[in-house]
């Protein structure tokens, strides 16, 4: 069984695209003490939602048929149609799904996860809570989940993966990088916004093993799935995007593409990527200039432009966001380097008080 813990749009989204009866979700607990079986009068006995595929874009890497590599290669322009997606596996309801719109009424499917009523036998932990919820989830459960067991961390920004990397250093811990794009309209709605590609990649010594059969284990569900030997490099880049997109749409509360035109981020975008390019040079050795990393920023706001990003949508539901894992991580990375980052402290208190 793999078991999923963090029932929130990216885990729904795996629970829903791995092959059916193959995976289940471990509760949120409470504290106190966890017998390694239990049952469905202790825990919620499942968790139901409704997937909506919208327009989400056909691979054309390693993963795609044939076929499709071929209509690329004879026509171009297909690859900027919006078209199915590949084959899923089973519970993916493969060629059922079309693009559809959330209101549309088209590729709407129930589908229902349950919760594990044992660890025994999980040969893959997929870990989608929150950043800050992590270090605490993974010490409530980690003592019932086999010490050979892969773990991997899909959380957004930095921080918490090497936290969690360090506390349990002796176990397989893989960290992932997604561009899949998911969200919950409502509690019982997941929408697939766009595919995308995810990398695995180990940050334990005795991860490294397990990441060839951790990535065909995720791929089960036709998403694209790639091994990456720099997880932590791959891991920086999604970091630089969040951090020029993520804490301007939750102040102006609008869309990625939104921001591009707003005083607020222009006024700030230039001193942001200056002092990211001198962190991102003291951390991993990569030179980058400012001016590229905003082209980066940008190119995804634009591609993207009307999406609503993971921090927005935490400050709309009244919850806690990702702040601290993102522009507060740089502010950190800044304080161990003598950099100052006056405008990632500044972005970093700013959502705070939202």
Not at 48 to 77: D, H, K, M, T
Not at 298 to 319: L, P
């Amino acid at each position: 069984m793999i078991a999923i813990l963090g029932a929130g749009s990216l885990g729904r989204l795996w629970a829903a695209l791995l092959p059916s009866g193959q995976c289940g979700f471990l509760p949120r607990l409470s504290g106190g003490e966890l017998r390694r079986s239990f049952s469905l009068q202790e825990v919620p006995p499942e968790t139901r939602c409704e997937y909506i595929l919208v327009n989400s874009a056909p691979p054309f890497g390693a993963n795609a048929p044939a076929s499709r590599q071929r209509s690329r290669a004879s026509r171009p322009w297909l690859a900027r149609e919006v078209l199915r997606t590949p084959p899923m596996a089973p519970q993916g309801f493969g060629r059922d799904f079309l693009k559809a719109s959330p209101g549309s009424g088209q590729a709407r499917k129930p589908i229902t996860i349950p919760a594990l009523q044992s660890t025994e036998n999980v040969k893959l932990l997929v870990v989608t809570t929150k950043a800050g919820d992590t270090l605490t989830a993974l010490n409530d459960w980690l003592p019932y989940i086999p010490e050979h067991t892969p773990v991997v961390l899909f959380q957004n920004g930095l921080g918490s993966q090497q936290a969690v990397a360090e506390r349990w250093s002796q176990r397989p811990i893989l960290a992932a990088s997604t561009t899949e794009g998911a969200n919950r309209p409502s509690q019982d709605v997941l929408v697939h916004a766009g595919a995308g590609d995810t990398w695995v990649g180990a940050l334990t010594a005795s991860a490294a093993e397990h990441v060839t059969d951790v990535v065909q284990q995720l791929a089960a569900t036709g998403l694209r799935v790639h091994a990456e030997d720099k997880i932590l490099q791959r891991l920086w880049q999604k970091l630089v995007v969040n951090a020029g997109i993520n804490p301007f749409t939750a102040l102006l509360d609008c869309p990625n593409g939104d921001i591009l035109g707003s005083p607020l981020y222009q006024q700030n975008v230039d001193g942001l990527c200056s002092e990211i390019s001198l962190l991102l040079q003291a951390e991993t050795s990569e030179a980058v200039e400012p001016l590229v990393l905003r082209e980066r920023i940008e190119k995804v706001a634009r591609n993207t432009a009307g999406n609503t990003s993971s921090m927005r949508a935490d400050v709309i539901a009244g919850r806690k966001t990702e702040i601290d894992f993102i522009n507060g991580y740089l502010v950190q990375c800044g304080e161990r380097h003598g950099i100052a980052t006056p405008v990632n402290q500044m972005l970093t208190d700013r959502v705070k008080g939202l």
